[in-house]
């Protein structure tokens, strides 16, 4: 928030350099962004007085103006301007000057006559006529004010004033104005703090007769004050306002519209202004739009509205967003003769969501935002009709409407200053906290080592005894904490079993030639919907996000594969012709919806391939690398995912717990994503992978004995797994067994239709001795009969 430093010392004295009250200010918790002091850049440019003008003799456009400047002997400027008189007081650049615009200004000859400086206009001081009344006119600016010849500009101009810019933390709305920052700096440097107390007259009447207000949300709209002003006398604002209104960023309009800015800045409370003559029936209504209708606001922007929204309405139609801004129809205006004035307090969750999704912010909305005080309502009202009275800018009538539910009691919070002490570490004297939070405007009172305060409303901030702790120590000063030394033994950190073996599959598919990304976690909600999923399928149970940035973030994923395939889908768009891909994140799942209890969070990996080396078994084989690593005994087994091409995919098992599925993405779904070649994605629960614990590796040495080759072609059922008959293979050779290896599948002519041949060669080896015949044929026999078993006929 921008405030000047003249405007600060209104209400407080200020004793100190700026640096160093910025400084203060900092130690007590209020951070300064930027000092920034005005009339920097306009150096030896003084008021000067015209004595005498004669015609240049070589120019018939040139005058040559002897000016006072303050100094013993006049001094020479030619100028140009033909708007000067004999007797102006105007603004002379003289030698070696510099004005805002940058230009330096050195003595010279002008067709030969000797000229000492320049006469400036309002646009080479960078001034409009918001700055300085005449500024706008084109030529010398003629001043207003009878100051002494060789005053310096910058005073005349008021711009002997530092501009400083504190960042208001969000917990302090209380400060979010001149008065609030005021309070602050009277406690920082123990100086009296001057508060106005409004004062004014009024000119009869009855508000009551002339307008009537109902509320009819007082959740939204705790309390409603409104006032009537007749005979309005709309003009100029003084100097001194409109110096405050621009130092703070706003642009003075008129009196009545710059007394409400006004009034907000300096209390911090929102106010709005109506056109008394505009308003239907003479009636305010404060109440929920209608869905369907519309405003159209002070900027000429019309807004559609719903029953979310807070307006302030007349009989008729809405007038204004509630704390937002006013509507165009009851806009104070040059022949406006009667206003009524609003000063309310607004729920600010509701100001924030209609803020939001009318894509409005405005100074009173960010205000109402960060919350505004309901007992600080009738003070800013008072405030502002003390400005109207003082300025004489109407006729204020009788009598104040106030619509409130009740007002809150201060709060109070008994606290022992030992309990304070404690907390921060610092012995602070009991007096001198009593002190400190009297100062606060936290009303204490001291009972031996008992602390009664009575928190204002206006301190929401204060609930218990941290944050009178907080409010201690700020003020007593940081500087009195001592620092010792660290006590304790110093342990190494370690990662979690979990974690290093995320790092080895990390490493691992770097190795393989994969790139890791991250996505977010958040996804569009009808994202799931492209992996044409089954309604009733768990992931669509997907967690909306309460305020979310769009519909293409607006839900928790409970799968990674969308994302991935907008990963591949985006290196294909960009002409990548090859890539692998990996990511390792969470799923969210939700055990009902809407969610009672916090989500899981389990964490999953997805891998992606595409490209002319790749199929459906390289994918496979960076599956199988991942399971080897993390000691998993695997089995492969057909899936049914429907985002998945049907006779491409797999579903692998772990420890027979379904621990990964992969395969060809379908062309309907890679379409979806604008992908036009075969892409293959895998996803992998790494909460149940990352629980297996690796099998112990055990060395044995060379055999000493023979191996045994057997070969065994069987006809089966096509849709046998191939997995299946070797998984027989391995439970009938037993121990025995060294090795199995598929050779051949084959369908065709000779074999029956529905039926295929399969062959494995198996290896047999024994530790303790040759194998006999016998053995063998015993061998044979067990996997034989486990190979009918699993649906399998020997080939004769």
Request: aromatic share 6%; charged share 25%.
């Given at each position: 928030?921008k405030?000047?430093?003249?405007?600060?010392?209104?209400?407080v004295?200020?004793?100190v350099p700026?640096?160093e009250l910025?400084?203060?200010?900092?130690?007590?918790?209020?951070e300064?962004?930027?000092?920034?002091?005005?009339?920097?850049?306009?150096?030896?440019?003084?008021?000067?007085?015209?004595?005498?003008?004669?015609?240049?003799?070589?120019?018939d456009?040139?005058?040559?103006?002897?000016?006072?400047?303050g100094?013993?002997?006049?001094?020479?400027?030619?100028?140009?301007?033909?708007?000067?008189?004999?007797?102006?007081?105007?603004?002379?650049?003289?030698?070696?000057?510099?004005?805002?615009n940058?230009?330096?200004?050195?003595a010279?000859?002008?067709?030969?006559?000797?000229?000492?400086?320049?006469?400036c206009?309002?646009?080479e001081?960078?001034?409009?006529?918001d700055?300085?009344?005449?500024?706008?006119v084109?030529?010398i600016?003629?001043?207003?004010?009878d100051?002494?010849?060789?005053?310096?500009?910058r005073k005349?101009?008021?711009?002997?004033?530092?501009?400083?810019?504190f960042?208001?933390?969000?917990?302090?709305?209380?400060?979010n104005?001149?008065?609030g920052?005021?309070?602050?700096i009277?406690?920082?440097?123990?100086t009296?703090?001057?508060?106005?107390?409004?004062?004014?007259?009024?000119?009869?009447?009855?508000?009551?007769?002339?307008?009537?207000?109902?509320?009819?949300?007082?959740d939204?709209?705790p309390?409603?004050?409104?006032?009537?002003?007749?005979n309005?006398?709309?003009g100029?604002?003084?100097v001194w306002?409109k110096?405050a209104?621009?130092?703070?960023?706003?642009?003075?309009?008129?009196?009545?519209?710059?007394?409400?800015?006004?009034?907000?800045?300096e209390?911090?409370?929102?106010?709005?202004?109506?056109?008394y003559?505009?308003?239907?029936?003479?009636?305010?209504?404060?109440?929920?739009?209608?869905?369907g209708?519309?405003?159209?606001?002070?900027?000429?922007?019309?807004?559609?509205?719903?029953?979310?929204?807070?307006?302030?309405a007349?009989?008729?139609?809405?007038?204004?967003l509630?704390?937002?801004m006013?509507?165009?129809?009851s806009?104070?205006?040059?022949?406006?003769?009667?206003?009524?004035?609003?000063?309310?307090?607004?729920r600010?969750?509701?100001i924030?969501?209609?803020?939001?999704?009318?894509?409005?912010?405005?100074?009173?909305?960010?205000?109402?935002?960060?919350g505004?005080?309901?007992?600080?309502?009738?003070?800013?009202?008072?405030?502002?009709?003390?400005?109207?009275?003082e300025?004489?800018?109407?006729?204020?009538?009788d009598?104040?409407?106030?619509?409130?539910?009740?007002?809150?009691?201060?709060?109070?919070l008994?606290?022992?200053?030992?309990?304070?002490?404690?907390?921060?570490?610092?012995?602070?004297?009991?007096d001198?906290?009593?002190?400190?939070?009297?100062?606060?405007?936290?009303?204490?009172?001291?009972?031996g080592?008992?602390l009664?305060?009575?928190?204002?409303?206006?301190?929401?901030?204060?609930e218990g005894?941290a944050?009178?702790?907080?409010?201690?120590?700020?003020?007593?000063?940081?500087?009195?904490?001592k620092?010792?030394?660290m006590?304790?033994?110093?342990?190494?950190?370690?990662?979690?079993?979990?974690?290093?073996?995320?790092?080895?599959?990390?490493?691992?598919?770097?190795?393989?030639?994969?790139?890791?990304?991250?996505?977010?976690?958040?996804?569009?909600s009808?994202?799931?919907?492209?992996?044409?999923?089954?309604e009733?399928?768990?992931?669509r149970?997907?967690?909306?996000?309460?305020?979310?940035?769009?519909?293409e973030?607006?839900?928790m994923?409970?799968q990674?594969?969308?994302?991935?395939?907008?990963?591949?889908?985006?290196?294909i768009?960009?002409k990548n012709?090859?890539?692998r891909?990996?990511?390792?994140?969470?799923?969210?799942?939700?055990?009902?919806?809407?969610?009672?209890?916090?989500?899981?969070?389990?964490?999953?990996?997805?891998?992606g391939?595409?490209?002319?080396?790749e199929?459906?078994y390289?994918?496979?084989?960076?599956?199988?690398?991942?399971?080897?690593?993390?000691?998993?005994?695997?089995?492969y087994?057909?899936?049914?995912?429907?985002?998945?091409?049907?006779?491409?995919?797999?579903?692998?098992?772990?420890?027979?717990?379904p621990?990964?599925?992969?395969?060809?993405?379908?062309?309907a779904?890679?379409?979806?994503?604008?992908i036009?070649?075969?892409v293959?994605?895998?996803?992998?629960?790494?909460?149940?992978?990352?629980?297996?614990?690796?099998?112990?590796t055990?060395?044995?040495?060379?055999p000493?004995?023979?191996?045994v080759?057997?070969?065994?072609?069987?006809?089966?059922?096509?849709?046998?797994?191939?997995?299946?008959?070797?998984?027989?293979?391995?439970?009938?050779?037993?121990r025995?067994?060294?090795r199995v290896?598929?050779?051949?599948?084959?369908?065709?002519?000779?074999?029956?239709?529905?039926?295929?041949?399969v062959a494995?060669?198996?290896?047999?080896?024994?530790?303790?001795?040759t194998?006999?015949?016998?053995?063998?044929d015993?061998?044979?026999?067990?996997?034989?009969?486990?190979?009918?078993?699993?649906?399998?006929?020997?080939?004769?």
């Amino acid at each position: 928030m921008k405030i000047s430093l003249n405007q600060l010392k209104t209400y407080v004295d200020i004793n100190v350099p700026v640096q160093e009250l910025c400084d203060r200010m900092v130690m007590a918790g209020f951070e300064v962004e930027s000092i920034e002091k005005q009339g920097e850049n306009l150096v030896n440019v003084v008021a000067a007085r015209i004595l005498k003008i004669t015609p240049h003799e070589n120019s018939d456009h040139l005058q040559i103006c002897r000016m006072d400047v303050g100094r013993e002997e006049p001094v020479q400027i030619v100028t140009g301007a033909q708007n000067i008189h004999e007797g102006d007081l105007v603004p002379a650049a003289l030698d070696d000057s510099y004005l805002p615009n940058g230009a330096h200004i050195v003595a010279g000859k002008l067709r030969g006559v000797e000229s000492n400086g320049m006469l400036c206009s309002g646009e080479e001081l960078c001034l409009t006529e918001d700055d300085y009344k005449g500024a706008g006119v084109y030529g010398i600016l003629i001043l207003n004010e009878d100051c002494p010849a060789g005053t310096d500009m910058r005073k005349v101009l008021g711009l002997d004033d530092y501009i400083i810019d504190f960042k208001i933390t969000a917990n302090r709305p209380d400060c979010n104005c001149f008065l609030g920052v005021a309070k602050e700096i009277s406690v920082v440097l123990k100086t009296p703090f001057k508060a106005p107390v409004p004062t004014y007259k009024t000119s009869g009447g009855n508000v009551n007769d002339l307008i009537s207000v109902e509320v009819k949300n007082y959740d939204l709209c705790p309390r409603y004050i409104g006032r009537v002003v007749k005979n309005l006398r709309i003009g100029e604002s003084p100097v001194w306002m409109k110096k405050a209104l621009i130092a703070s960023g706003m642009r003075p309009i008129n009196n009545i519209v710059d007394i409400t800015n006004f009034v907000m800045l300096e209390t911090g409370q929102p106010m709005h202004a109506f056109n008394y003559n505009d308003i239907s029936e003479h009636k305010i209504i404060v109440r929920n739009a209608s869905d369907g209708e519309s405003i159209t606001t002070l900027d000429g922007h019309t807004f559609d509205l719903n029953s979310d929204m807070l307006v302030i309405a007349d009989g008729e139609k809405p007038s204004c967003l509630a704390g937002i801004m006013g509507g165009r129809e009851s806009e104070i205006e040059s022949d406006t003769t009667d206003l009524f004035l609003e000063s309310a307090k607004f729920r600010r969750d509701n100001i924030r969501h209609t803020g939001r999704a009318l894509g409005i912010r405005t100074e009173a909305s960010g205000r109402y935002e960060r919350g505004v005080d309901i007992m600080n309502v009738e003070f800013a009202m008072n405030r502002a009709l003390q400005l109207i009275y003082e300025l004489d800018a109407g006729d204020i009538i009788d009598g104040a409407i106030d619509c409130n539910k009740g007002l809150p009691e201060e709060r109070v919070l008994k606290v022992t200053t030992d309990s304070i002490t404690e907390l921060i570490g610092v012995i602070v004297p009991d007096d001198t906290i009593a002190e400190i939070l009297n100062s606060l405007g936290l009303k204490t009172e001291l009972d031996g080592k008992m602390l009664t305060c009575r928190i204002p409303s206006i301190r929401d901030d204060i609930e218990g005894r941290a944050d009178l702790a907080e409010e201690v120590m700020r003020i007593y000063g940081y500087d009195h904490i001592k620092g010792t030394p660290m006590r304790g033994n110093v342990v190494r950190g370690t990662k979690l079993p979990e974690r290093v073996k995320c790092d080895k599959i990390k490493a691992l598919m770097n190795g393989l030639g994969a790139y890791e990304c991250t996505t977010y976690s958040f996804i569009a909600s009808k994202a799931v919907d492209s992996l044409l999923l089954k309604e009733d399928d768990d992931r669509r149970r997907q967690i909306p996000i309460i305020n979310p940035l769009g519909d293409e973030y607006s839900v928790m994923r409970t799968q990674l594969t969308t994302s991935m395939l907008n990963v591949l889908a985006t290196n294909i768009n960009r002409k990548n012709t090859e890539g692998r891909f990996y990511e390792i994140s969470k799923r969210f799942l939700s055990k009902q919806l809407p969610i009672t209890e916090q989500p899981e969070e389990l964490p999953a990996m997805s891998v992606g391939i595409y490209g002319k080396d790749e199929d459906f078994y390289t994918l496979k084989g960076i599956i199988e690398a991942i399971m080897q690593l993390c000691g998993a005994h695997t089995q492969y087994v057909r899936s049914d995912e429907p985002y998945l091409h049907p006779g491409r995919q797999a579903l692998v098992k772990a420890n027979n717990m379904p621990v990964a599925v992969f395969g060809e993405v379908h062309p309907a779904v890679a379409n979806s994503y604008g992908i036009d070649t075969r892409v293959y994605v895998a996803e992998i629960k790494l909460d149940i992978l990352l629980q297996i614990k690796k099998r112990k590796t055990t060395y044995k040495p060379l055999p000493k004995f023979p191996a045994v080759e057997r070969d065994f072609a069987m006809l089966c059922d096509i849709d046998i797994p191939v997995g299946e008959l070797e998984k027989a293979i391995i439970s009938g050779g037993s121990r025995l067994l060294e090795r199995v290896e598929l050779f051949d599948v084959y369908t065709g002519s000779q074999i029956p239709d529905g039926k295929k041949s399969v062959a494995f060669s198996v290896w047999l080896r024994s530790a303790d001795g040759t194998l006999t015949d016998d053995k063998i044929d015993e061998v044979n026999a067990r996997i034989i009969k486990k190979l009918e078993a699993a649906g399998a006929q020997l080939r004769k």
